[in-house]
């Protein structure tokens, strides 16, 4: 069982940037690709990005590409979400994922098994 915890949520102006990490512990985090999930208030958990266990292939949704950064340091067991340009619309509850299976890289919240507890994102206009 892999164990995920997030950081670096917070209070940013629209323009602004953050970056939220997840460190992560109990699977082979080097082995496995990683994802990250977001939800607003009222509103369906929904993907964010994903990226290979290797950090060469990535995936993102349409309402992030150009402006959100995914990347990893297997050294330290960490997936980061640099997150630029920030808009009202971005604001969520940020969550770090993991997949049932190595290499997916997908968008379907049912392919991952491991969650972490969320950090929130408010981004103010």
């Known amino acids: 069982q892999v164990q995920l915890v997030e950081s670096g949520g917070g209070l940013v102006q629209a323009g602004g940037s953050l970056r939220l990490s997840c460190a992560a512990s109990?699977?082979?985090?080097?082995?496995?690709?990683m994802g990250w999930f977001r939800q607003a208030p009222g509103k369906e958990r929904e993907f964010v990005a994903a990226?290979?266990?290797?950090?060469?292939?990535?995936n993102y949704a349409d309402s992030v590409k150009g402006r959100f950064t995914i990347s990893r340091d297997n050294r330290k067991n960490t997936v980061y979400l640099q997150m630029n340009s920030l808009k009202p619309e971005d604001t969520a509850v940020y969550y770090c994922?993991?997949?049932?299976?190595?290499?997916?890289?997908?968008?379907?919240?049912?392919?991952?098994?491991?969650w972490g507890q969320g950090t929130q994102v408010t981004v103010s206009s």
């Open positions: 990226i290979s266990w290797s950090g060469t292939t990535t």
């Open positions: 994922a993991a997949p049932d299976t190595s290499y997916y890289l997908g968008a379907s919240r049912n392919r991952y098994d491991a």
């Open positions: 109990g699977r082979t985090f080097s082995r496995y690709a």
